[in-house]
């Protein structure tokens, strides 16, 4: 099944209000990566954000939010929003804000 490529062209659209993203294949679609760490990405249908492993705990108490689990191995901090929680681009603005704020506490790569 490829990824959600109308989920890329509206993370494209509001991409630059980031800064300087690099867009990168993998896991099946793409992802985002801000000073060389992934920030935010899509697979099938979900957009893939990062966070902090805290972060993370509390928003998959949340609806729309469950581990990125592709391999039987959830990572921390990485989960899969279904595209319910970012139905307009405020909302998606908001998640992707999430995940660029946490790659830039990060060392660069």
Known sequence: ???NLDLEDRIDRLASRF???TKKKMFG???YMLGGNM???IHKDYL???TSPEQAEK???KEYFEPFDITGRPMKGWLMVSPDAAET???LLDLLKLGA???RTLPKR
Do not use: N
């Open 89 to 91: 681009d405020e909302q």
């Open 29 to 31: 679609g793409v992802g």
């Open 39 to 41: 920030c935010f990405g």
């Open 101 to 103: 704020d946490y790659a």
């Open 1 to 3: 099944m490829p990824y």
């Open 19 to 21: 800064g300087e993203l």
């Open 48 to 50: 893939v954000l990062r």
């Open 59 to 61: 928003l998959l108490k």
